[in-house]
T-cell receptor, first 113, second 113 residues
Framework: DAGITQSPRHKVTETGTPVTLRCHQT?????MYWYRQDPGHGLRLIHY???????DKGEVSDGYSVSRSKTEDFLLTLESATSSQTSVYFC????????????FGPGTRLTVL | AQSVTQPDIHITVSEGASLELRCNYS??????LFWYVQSPGQGLQLLLK??????LVQGIKGFEAEFKRSQSSFNLRKPSVHWSDAAEYFC???????????FGGGTRLMVKP
């Protein structure tokens, strides 16, 4: 158990509304990630963070923003949700050496109507 | 940029039969490679990883994978499949900076009794 929680676990919202997803870790890892999972695409990186206030874009960052004001929390915001952002969102952290793999949270299922 | 291809979207095997899931990657340098498994409604769990050294790596749940540089492949194998192995499997490659994973589209495994 890598100590990663995501909230909410499920959310239904309407097009045009803002949405914020939260990822919380308990183990003080430097790197945190947000992915979206869609059938046939595997997981695609949205944004990642390499420290407090240090973030960078991933493959599918358009329409998303992130913030990390504390080591333990990484927030993903959809400023104005669209139906194409209906997806399952996963947060991940990268373990410290020698455990360099990423550990994933349980996911948030977001539906945008 | 790196990429990962999992040619088989769905595979069905009988319980007790052997399994091989294919993964091909495109990457300029020596890759760091991973296999993850996702049970329905769950997050991703690491099965095994290859960083260097022995090209045959052992993982959890009786899985193994073989890195073949000449074929740019990292296929996952199991000699005898159990019904509980039914899940989706993802291959991933890490970039040279060590801060991002690129995933394949996934292979969904079904196990017949």
């Amino acid at each position: 158990d890598a100590g990663i929680t995501q909230s909410p676990r499920h959310k239904v919202t309407e097009t045009g509304t803002p949405v914020t997803l939260r990822c919380h870790q308990t183990e003080n890892h430097r790197y945190m990630y947000w992915y979206r999972q869609d059938p046939g695409h595997g997981l695609r990186l949205i944004h990642y963070s390499y420290g407090v206030k240090d973030t960078d874009k991933g493959e599918v960052s358009d329409g998303y923003s992130v913030s990390r004001s504390k080591t333990e929390d990484f927030l993903l915001t959809l400023e104005s949700a669209t139906s194409s952002q209906t997806s399952v969102y996963f947060c991940a952290i990268k373990g410290a050496p020698p455990y360099n793999e990423q550990f994933f949270g349980p996911g948030t299922r977001l539906t945008v109507l | 940029a790196q990429s990962v291809t999992q040619p088989d979207i769905h595979i069905t095997v009988s319980e007790g039969a052997s399994l091989e899931l294919r993964c091909n990657y495109s990457y300029g340098a020596t890759p760091y490679l991973f296999w993850y498994v996702q049970s329905p409604g769950q997050g991703l769990q690491l099965l095994l990883k290859y960083f260097s050294g022995d090209t045959l790596v052992q993982g959890i749940k009786g899985f193994e994978a073989e890195f073949k540089r000449s074929q740019s492949s990292f296929n996952l194998r199991k000699p005898s499949v159990h019904w509980s192995d039914a899940a989706e499997y993802f291959c991933a490659v890490e970039n040279n900076a060590g801060n991002m994973l690129t995933f394949g589209g996934g292979t969904r495994l079904m196990v017949k009794p």
